[in-house]
């Protein structure tokens, strides 16, 4: 199973104290928009997205449809196929991707200690 680009989505207090200590670490500005209160930092092959008032935890994130650069992958396995095949194995899901529709969806699910794993196609 092909998840897609993977990075740390970070509930913050503070984006832009959040985002001097990352940029500290190496980590640049790949995306977002920080007025809007969000950010996608990358260092190497690693990416956070730091989010102000968005979401309660931290959770995982998985981008079918993009690699670590936020390129468009030529081939890749649609957020509703990955949606099915999990449910096949029994996840639960906390939000579910509207199987009707094409293109840009997500969902989301728990793994068993309650962190938020987000699964979020963005073409």
Not at 41 to 56: A, D, P, T, V, W
Not at 93 to 109: K, L, N, Q, R, V
């Amino acid at each position: 199973m092909e998840l897609g680009a993977f990075s740390i989505s970070l509930t913050v207090k503070d984006l832009n104290k959040s985002i001097a200590f990352y940029e500290k670490l190496g980590f640049q500005a790949m995306g977002g928009d920080a007025t809007g209160g969000w950010i996608i930092l990358k260092n190497g092959s690693c990416i956070i997205g730091l989010f102000q008032g968005m979401f309660e935890k931290n959770m995982l994130t998985f981008n079918p449809g993009w690699n670590e650069n936020a390129e468009n992958l030529d081939t890749f396995t649609d957020i509703r196929a990955l949606q099915n095949d999990l449910k096949s194995k029994g996840i639960t899901f906390i939000a579910e991707a509207d199987e009707s529709t094409s293109g840009p969806a997500h969902f989301m699910i728990e793994d068993p200690d309650g962190n938020p794993i987000l699964v979020d196609q963005h073409r």
